[in-house]
């Protein structure tokens, strides 16, 4: 008998666990779409994304642990390690994860700024040099 209550308590911790992850991926989304401004159609294209990759998360895990039986205690769970995640962890890792991109996107960019220059003007140096050939 403990040990099916063992079972039962790690399969519920393994599905708050999913659910974190899950939402994990949905702060990937809502990362992406703070730093980059996308268009409608691309919002779409994530969001259908996004429900397709918890699809799979979700039926990798039931078929995994439980071999494809649900109960609710896994539901309960899962919507647990949601809230826990949204709550306590998802604001930190938005502002931590898009505070790295946008400082990367401006390093880029103050890279690539002075390298399209540089650029041109080995390009006109290349024009002028062979026109006078």
Do not use: H
Request: charged fraction near 20%; charge should be positive; hydrophobic fraction near 55%.
């Amino acid at each position: 008998m403990n040990e099916l209550i063992y079972q039962q308590i790690k399969i519920l911790i393994i599905f708050i666990l999913t659910g974190m992850c899950i939402s994990l991926l949905f702060d990937f989304f809502r990362i992406q779409r703070k730093v980059f401004k996308t268009f409608d159609l691309i919002t779409y294209i994530q969001d259908v994304l996004f429900w397709i990759l918890s699809g799979i998360i979700l039926i990798i895990v039931i078929m995994k642990y439980t071999n494809g039986e649900i109960r609710i205690y896994m539901i309960s769970g899962m919507a647990l390690g949601i809230i826990i995640y949204l709550r306590l962890i998802s604001k930190y890792i938005i502002k931590i994860n898009t505070s790295i991109l946008r400082f990367i996107i401006k390093f880029i960019k103050l890279i690539l700024v002075p390298l399209k220059k540089f650029c041109e003007i080995l390009k006109k140096s290349w024009k002028k040099k062979n026109n006078m050939l």
